[in-house]
């Protein structure tokens, strides 16, 4: 079953701009992770960020968490058209071996 | 990129035919994973392995099992192929840090 959600499904915005990709999830975590995969390829991690974490930031990506909520947002900022791509949310609730998964949200950048 | 491969990268198959894929990592990862990835139901874990001849299934293994003799390959068989298994197949690695690391992907079509 999935645990994350992501929103929205789909986002198409100009080059240059900021996409912001939410994703809300249902039991209490130790981390959550976000990927990105191209058409095509696998999966690419991106970004980790642990319970006890509200922030992380890495080169243009920026990840925020918010426990109370149960949700976590992805900000692309300055986005170029190599951003286009479908990007997952993962939670792990560190009682096994397994992430669960949501369903994706597909990114287009328009040049 | 981390060492994963899988093979064969493509493949077609007819019902009621068996299926092995590969997976084959070079990083020493003791944590291994199959996925297929459908429209519309994004990552679906089917079997998962947390170290040599240590395996359990995931949220779909109905019709799926799973070999580990060494840490550096995982194989998945399909008994008896069904069209329903046409599907992009994923193996991807893990180690303590909880990342996954994602191979190419193998395109499983069952006529």
């Known amino acids: 079953s999935q645990q994350g959600e992501e929103d929205p499904q789909a986002l198409s915005i100009q080059e240059g701009e900021n996409a912001t990709m939410n994703c809300s999830y249902k039991t209490s975590i130790n981390n959550l992770q976000w990927y990105r995969q191209n058409s095509g390829r696998g999966l690419v991690h991106l970004i980790l960020i642990r319970s006890n974490e509200r922030e992380k930031h890495s080169g243009r990506l920026r990840v925020t968490l918010d426990t109370s909520k149960k949700s976590s947002s992805l900000l692309i900022t300055a986005s170029r058209a190599a951003d286009t791509a479908s990007y997952f949310c993962?939670?792990?609730?560190?009682?096994?071996?397994?992430?669960?998964w949501g369903a994706g949200t597909k990114l287009i950048i328009k040049p | 990129d981390a060492g994963i491969t899988q093979s064969p990268r493509h493949k077609v198959t007819e019902t009621g035919t068996p299926v092995t894929l590969r997976c084959h990592q070079t990083?020493?990862?003791?944590?291994m994973y199959w996925y297929r990835q459908d429209p519309g139901h994004g990552l679906r874990l089917i079997h998962y392995s947390y170290g040599v001849k240590d395996t359990d299934k995931g949220e779909v293994s109905d019709g799926y099992s799973v070999s580990r003799s060494k840490t550096e390959d995982f194989l998945l068989t399909l008994e008896s192929a069904t069209s329903s298994q046409t599907s992009v197949y994923f193996c991807a690695i893990s180690d303590a840090s909880r990342e996954q690391f994602f191979g190419p992907g193998t395109r499983l079509t069952v006529l």
């Open positions: 990083e020493n990862h003791r944590y």
């Open positions: 993962a939670t792990d609730d560190a009682s096994n071996y397994q992430l669960i």
